[in-house]
């Protein structure tokens, strides 16, 4: 009871809540590609099944912290340089986020005529949902374990209570829930925002992989460039739309 009536944590809570949700974009991006190739069906279970693996995997990160706190010890020396086991997480979760974000750009842009019939029911045809609808959440919870180091670690580094932490994680995917439908669904309904997505993705492959190196660059910078594109893109379907009205 003291902890809810210290408006410190009231603060504390608000302000950890909207990072996590800010942290928690590429998470809903990576599940709003992934899901744009699913058979409608099971879309919706894809996504919710996949936040909700967002939301455990932090909170049980959070109740691991020793284990967090042992990524960061050097396993080995590479180059000069010392290898943590966070450092090969962010590697090969940054390699897996370029190998599949090239990917779905080169599907969108390359192939001619790329269209869930064409391109997508190639590879769906001859699997069951169950077989698509767990593949897809293994590539999820391959993500949210990269995802969820910088969501843990920087809460770690702004509370002391775990409970504001979880409570706040729980929040951020909760208005994660809420936000990636419909957010799936315009990037579905325009091809170039979906390439702008896929590029984001990209640079945040490429992101981790230079964290994974020890060079550090803010994700405030990312977030402010792909939050101009995103602007300029608007501004041109605003005016695509304008044209075709006339």
Do not use: C
């Not at 803010?218 to 006339?246: C, D, Q, W």
Request: net charge neutral.
């Amino acid at each position: 009871m003291d902890l809810l009536m210290d408006p410190n944590v009231w603060i504390a809570f608000a302000i950890l809540t909207s990072l996590e949700i800010v942290l928690g974009i590429d998470n809903v991006i990576f599940i709003t590609v992934l899901v744009s190739k699913l058979p409608m069906d099971i879309q919706d279970r894809v996504r919710r099944f996949g936040l909700m693996f967002a939301m455990v995997t932090r909170v049980g990160l959070l109740f691991s912290l020793s284990w967090i706190i042992g990524l960061t010890e050097p396993l080995f020396d590479a180059f000069g340089k010392a290898v943590t086991g966070r450092d090969l997480v962010l590697f090969f979760g940054g390699l897996f986020l370029l190998w599949k974000a090239s990917k779905e750009i080169y599907l969108q842009v390359e192939v001619p005529n790329h269209t869930e019939e064409s391109a997508g029911t190639a590879k769906v045809a001859g699997k069951t949902g169950a077989a698509l609808f767990w593949g897809s959440i293994v590539q999820i919870g391959i993500l949210d374990i990269v995802f969820s180091l910088d969501s843990v670690i920087t809460a770690v580094g702004m509370v002391d209570q775990i409970q504001v932490m979880i409570a706040a994680v729980m929040v951020a995917v909760g208005v994660m829930m809420v936000a990636a439908k419909p957010i799936g669904e315009f990037v579905e309904k325009h091809a170039s925002v979906k390439v702008l997505a896929l590029s984001f993705l990209m640079m945040v492959g490429m992101l981790l992989i230079a964290e994974s190196f020890g060079v550090h660059v803010p994700k405030a910078y990312l977030y402010s460039a792909m939050g101009f594109s995103l602007l300029v893109e608007l501004l041109n379907l605003r005016s695509r739309s304008k044209a075709k009205a006339t």
